[in-house]
C-alpha cells in the first residue's frame, strides 16, 4: 500500500465511467477519498455506490468540466466534503472520431474545450488548495494519439492530447512553487464504452497488433496515476509516461 494516498482527498473527472473509474477505484482502494466528476447523475451514482460496496470513500458532483463556474464549485464542494484537495486526476474527455475534410469548427471546438481547456480549468481552480495544503499532485490523462503516434479521424482529438503535454510542462514550472507536480499518462487503447463504440472487429484487430496481446484495462492507467499521485513520485515533475502494452514500439 502507498501510505501516502491514504486520506488524501482525490478529484477524479470523467470518473462515472471507463479509465476515470478505473483510477477511482485503485485510488479508493488505497483509502484515498474520492470525488467522482461527471455530468450524468445515474453513472456517478453507481460509480459511488462501487466505491463503497468495496469498503471505499466516494461522493459524486456534477460539474460540466468546460465551465469555468461549475469546475470551480466543483472544486470547493470537494474541499467542503473531505477537508481539502490533494489531488487532481483530470481525466474528462471525448474522443469522436471524424477527418478533417469533414471536420466542422463546432467539432474542434468541442474536444478542444472538453480535452484541453478542462485541463487548465481544473489545474487552476485547485491552486488555491495546494497552496494552502502545502503539496499537491496533478496527473493528467493524455493519450498517445497525438504526442506519439496518429490515426486517422483524430487530428482534432490528438491537438488537444498533445496540447495537454504542452500545457502541463509549463504548469509544472509555475506549481513547484506550491511543492506540486504534474505529470501525465498516455494510454494506449484501454477497454472503456468509449471504445467499444469503435466496434468489435477494429478492438479484435488492434489487441492482435499490441506486443502484450491486449488491450489495457482501466486499472493498467490507474496503477501508473497511483505512481504519479504517490509521495514517492516527489521528485517528478512535468513528465509522461506511455501505458499502451508496448503497442508504439517499432516492428
Ligand atoms: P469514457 O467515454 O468511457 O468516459 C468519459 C468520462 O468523461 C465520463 O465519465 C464522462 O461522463 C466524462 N465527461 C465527458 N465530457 C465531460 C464534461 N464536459 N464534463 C464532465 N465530464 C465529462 O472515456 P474513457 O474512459 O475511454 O476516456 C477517459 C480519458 O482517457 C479521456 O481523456 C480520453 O481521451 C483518454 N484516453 C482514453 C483511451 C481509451 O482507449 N479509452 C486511450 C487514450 C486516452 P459524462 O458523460 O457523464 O459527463
Redesign the pocket.
Known amino acids: 500500500m502507498l501510505t501516502s494516498i491514504q486520506n488524501r482527498s482525490v478529484i477524479v473527472?470523467?470518473?462515472?465511467?471507463?479509465?476515470?473509474k478505473g483510477i477511482a477505484t485503485v485510488f479508493a482502494a488505497q483509502g484515498a477519498k474520492i470525488m467522482v466528476?461527471?455530468?450524468?447523475e445515474a453513472?456517478?451514482v453507481k460509480t459511488v455506490e462501487e466505491i463503497s460496496a468495496a469498503g471505499g470513500t466516494a461522493e459524486y458532483t456534477l460539474?460540466?468540466?468546460?465551465d469555468e463556474d461549475q469546475v470551480a464549485a466543483m472544486v470547493a464542494k470537494t474541499a467542503d466534503t473531505f477537508g481539502g484537495v490533494d489531488i487532481l486526476c483530470a481525466?474528462?474527455?471525448?474522443?469522436p472520431q471524424k477527418k478533417i475534410i469533414e471536420l466542422t469548427g463546432d467539432d474542434w471546438d468541442a474536444v478542444m474545450q472538453?480535452?484541453l481547456k478542462?485541463t487548465f480549468l481544473c489545474v487552476k481552480a485547485c491552486i488555491p488548495y495546494f497552496e494552502k495544503n502545502g503539496r499537491g499532485r496533478v496527473v493528467v490523462?493524455?493519450?498517445?494519439?497525438g504526442p506519439v503516434t496518429a490515426f486517422p479521424g483524430w487530428a482534432h482529438y490528438g491537438a488537444s492530447?498533445a496540447g495537454q503535454l504542452g500545457f502541463l510542462k509549463t504548469a509544472a514550472m509555475e506549481l513547484s512553487r506550491y511543492n506540486t507536480t504534474i505529470n501525465a499518462v498516455m494510454?494506449?487503447?484501454?477497454v472503456?464504452?468509449?471504445?467499444e463504440g469503435l466496434g468489435q472487429d477494429y478492438l479484435d484487430t488492434m489487441a492482435a497488433s499490441i506486443p502484450l496481446k491486449r488491450l489495457?484495462d482501466?486499472k493498467d492507467i490507474g496503477y501508473a496515476a497511483l505512481f504519479f499521485a504517490s509521495d514517492e513520485a516527489a521528485y517528478i515533475t512535468g513528465q509522461s509516461i506511455v501505458v499502451d502494452g508496448g503497442q508504439i514500439l517499432p516492428e
Open positions: 473527472t470523467g470518473a462515472s465511467k471507463g479509465i476515470g466528476v461527471a455530468r450524468g453513472d456517478a460539474c460540466d468540466v468546460t481525466n474528462a474527455g471525448i474522443f472538453t480535452n478542462s490523462t493524455s493519450s498517445i494519439t492530447k494510454p494506449g487503447n484501454i472503456t464504452e468509449g471504445l489495457g482501466v
